[in-house]
Structure formats: structure tokens, C-alpha cells
């Protein structure tokens, strides 16, 4: 069974940090680019950040530009997000999500693309 698990999500205080992680299994994620995306309430699903399946091209959307990094392990099968400096407006639920590698689009993360997604994970800032 294809499966993505996330988990890390979190309440903390603004400024503060938090590492999120996207297990996979029933697949290899060396086959595939991954990206973060996050949902806040009444908000669109938005594309957080994306990397090609080696870790070599990433991009991050404006408004996480320098506070977050992605990588991935994949001798793991595992991605991660590193959120540093959250804000109030960071608060969404996190969904990490996967397409075929060479799928991958460098300089944004269309979610409608990704066709593979995990159950999502709370994260919430609080001023």
C-alpha cells in the first residue's frame, strides 16, 4: 500500500521552530519529487516549498523564504521541513505530497500535480 504519513506538527510560540518529516512506504521516494503544502482555515491550499527527487533544485514559496528548508533522506524515504521563525500565519495543516520525478516542475509547487499526498499535520503559532 502507497502511503505518506506526516508527523511533527506542533503548537509552539511565534519565533519559535518546529521539523516536520513525511514517511514514506510502498514506494521508493528516489522515484519521486516531493513538496510541502499547507492549508490554512478558509485558505486555499498553498505550495510551501518543493525539491527534485536528488535534493539538487528547490524552491520555497515568498513567504517562507529563509525562515523554512526542506530536504529528504532518501536512504530513509523520508522528507523533512525545518520551520524556523513561525508566525501567526504559518498556522495551516501541512500536507507533504509526492509526483513521479519527472513530473517536476523547478521554480513551483503546483499542488494539482502532486498525486500522491499524506493525511496532513497541524501546526499552529500562537502570537
Known amino acids: 500500500q502507497v502511503q505518506l504519513v506526516d508527523s511533527g506538527g506542533d503548537s509552539v510560540q511565534a519565533g519559535g521552530s518546529l521539523r516536520l518529516s513525511c514517511t514514506a512506504s510502498g514506494l521508493s521516494l528516489v522515484d519521486y519529487a516531493m513538496g510541502w503544502f499547507r492549508q490554512g482555515p478558509g485558505k486555499e491550499r498553498e505550495g510551501v516549498s518543493c525539491?527534485?527527487?536528488?535534493?539538487?533544485?528547490?524552491h520555497y514559496g515568498d513567504s517562507v523564504k529563509g525562515r523554512f528548508t526542506i530536504s529528504r533522506d532518501n536512504t530513509k524515504n523520508t522528507l523533512y521541513l525545518q520551520m524556523n521563525s513561525l508566525k501567526p500565519e504559518d498556522t495551516a495543516n501541512y500536507f507533504c505530497?509526492?509526483?513521479?520525478?519527472?513530473?517536476?516542475?523547478?521554480?513551483?509547487?503546483?499542488?494539482?500535480?502532486?498525486?500522491?499526498w499524506g493525511q496532513g499535520t497541524q501546526v499552529t503559532v500562537s502570537s
Open positions: 505530497a509526492a509526483v513521479e520525478r519527472m513530473q517536476f516542475r523547478a521554480g513551483y509547487c503546483p499542488a494539482k500535480e502532486y498525486n500522491i
Open positions: 525539491i527534485s527527487w536528488s535534493g539538487g533544485i528547490t
